[in-house]
């Protein structure tokens, strides 16, 4: 039987408290640091590893968060998910984003139907469409080949799919399945939309509107801005859009669209990159295959998370690592670091995955917990990141556990040799030397130049980003937070927490106002603008 309990009523929890800390800077010097480097190592899927030998982990700790694991039950809890229980209590929910990539367990029925056969339907039904449009059988209005995707979408409908999107072009441009250059609109800013606008031509663009309940505020003001554009261009809006919403939704047969795609309510926004919404898009920017290919990768680390033995499962590793971390050496926060261009935003995706999924401070059943829950994440690629906030990383007051991602080799393939050695051994270099840096330091007399050490990161290594790894890469993430979740005993498939300023500002456009809420809506002309703009 399945029992849900908080964190701190668990025997191990108190053993974790009391276990003997580790000191980094002992444990990562001389020969050491090289057997730990060499003996703290799991594989992923797709060619990936996950290095944990700079944390502040030993043998001992191991052990425990091994029989933390156990107590929490967190191998029975995911086979609960992906077997159909309803595990978003919050909602009244069933999870179901991992099979959009695979089976892991028992055919799950929902709503009368077999969700991964639903899946699989919608996603050969977008393969089917997108070569449509890649060979011209679906073209514009003067019979010519559409050249850009254009999604329209916000948070989960944005975040995943941008993120998957920059960390393909140029692996697609350089094996020649690049088809069509992507775009994406979110902020209801019309300086976003208009910048878009302004950088494609419309007459060859197909433009994605992404809304699960077809009544997203911000999508829909989007989507009338692009079919402003539209008419003014003389174009039909209908030849130029597709949706990707539910089957109950007021998108899903209208004839505004060329074609609707159906996603459910079982998978949540910011899951949603390995379902029709980053399918659309995706397949249509690099060809049904490559989709096929990333999602081959999320289903295969998917597998490795089944695994009981935490020294096998790589994602709830990294979770019980993170747990400790939180809740007894009382980080508050974990800076995400790719050193991979290509994964520019792929922090901002994460930031959405952890702090939505696990930013709780109530646990499944409405009662307050009493120790931290989810961490404050942040990052952006290497080397940048070392030009800016490495600073309070390595000599701040507070420590900021790290998460590196790396690969062996680029994307492009080519490169040139400057002083020895080319840029991607340049930037594997900053990688090796700023885990060193963080975890030993560097004693100096003056103390503006002295580096305590003592700061934990993990590495995740690859040979190099291609579909395969990044479907590898986002099912970790999307695994290691599900575990966390699961040891807090958090639902960590609600989003509560985004719809008050969502109904707040809808009082304010309706001039529904008293208080500190007018006072602000005057400020900032709210009144005045919506009279302008009617006039």
């Not at 456009?509 to 208080?515: F, N, V």
Request: include cysteine; proline fraction near 3%.
């Amino acid at each position: 039987m399945t029992n849900w309990k908080n964190l701190d009523t668990l025997d191990s929890y108190e053993e974790m408290k009391h276990a003997e800390r580790v000191n980094l800077a002992e444990v990562m010097s001389g020969e050491n640091g090289a057997k730990r480097v060499q003996a703290y190592s799991v594989p992923m899927a797709a060619g990936l590893t996950y290095n944990y030998a700079a944390k502040q982990v030993d043998e001992n700790i191991l052990s425990v968060l091994s029989k933390l694991a156990d107590e929490a039950q967190l191998t029975e809890k995911y086979k609960a998910l992906y077997n159909g229980e309803v595990i978003n209590t919050g909602e009244k929910r069933l999870v179901l984003h991992q099979l959009t990539r695979g089976q892991l367990g028992d055919n799950v029925v929902a709503d009368g139907v077999d969700k991964r056969a639903f899946y699989v339907e919608q996603q050969e039904k977008i393969a089917e469409f997108a070569k449509k449009i890649h060979t011209g059988e679906i073209a514009n209005a003067a019979g010519e080949k559409f050249t850009t995707v254009v999604q329209i979408g916000i948070g989960g409908s944005d975040l995943g799919p941008r993120a998957m999107y920059l960390a393909l072009e140029n692996w697609a441009k350089k094996h020649d399945t690049f088809k069509m250059e992507a775009k994406f609109i979110s902020n209801v800013d019309p300086d976003d939309a208009a910048a878009v606008l302004n950088s494609i031509d419309v007459a060859h663009s197909i433009f994605v509107l992404v809304s699960k309940s077809g009544t997203t505020l911000e999508t829909l003001t989007n989507e009338s801005f692009v079919k402003d554009a539209l008419k003014k261009a003389g174009l039909d809006a209908s030849r130029h859009m597709i949706a990707v919403t539910s089957e109950t939704s007021p998108l899903a047969k209208s004839e505004d669209y060329l074609a609707a795609f159906f996603m459910d309510d079982y998978i949540g926004g910011r899951f949603s990159s390995t379902s029709a919404v980053g399918g659309a898009v995706l397949s249509l920017a690099f060809g049904p295959d490559v989709f096929a290919q990333f999602l081959e990768g999320a289903a295969e680390e998917d597998r490795l998370s089944m695994k009981e033995d935490l020294l096998e499962n790589p994602a709830m590793l990294d979770a019980l690592i993170g747990v400790y971390e939180r809740n007894v050496l009382g980080y508050p926060a974990t800076a995400v670091l790719p050193y991979s261009q290509a994964l520019s935003r792929f922090p901002a995706h994460l930031q959405q995955l952890d702090m939505e999924s696990n930013g709780k401070s109530v646990n499944r059943f409405g009662e307050p917990v009493s120790y931290p829950t989810g961490p404050v994440i942040f990052g952006e690629p290497g080397t940048n990141g070392q030009h800016s906030f490495y600073q309070l990383l390595h000599q701040g007051t507070d420590i900021v556990p790290l998460q590196f991602v790396g690969f062996k080799n680029s994307q492009i393939g080519t490169d040139v040799v400057i002083e020895d050695s080319t840029s991607q051994q340049k930037l594997c270099a900053n990688v090796a030397a700023q885990i060193v840096a963080f975890a030993c330091g560097k004693a100096d007399e003056n103390k503006n130049k002295n580096f305590e050490g003592g700061r934990p990161s993990s590495m995740i290594i690859g040979e190099q980003l291609d579909p395969k790894a990044l479907g590898a890469l986002l099912a970790h993430f999307e695994n290691k937070i599900m575990f966390q979740g699961f040891v807090w005993n958090v639902n960590s498939f609600d989003q509560e927490g985004v719809q008050l300023g969502k109904v707040l500002a809808k009082r304010v456009l309706a001039h529904e106002t008293d208080g500190a809420l007018k006072a602000f809506s005057d400020l900032l002309n709210i009144c005045l603008l919506y009279t302008s703009d009617a006039a």
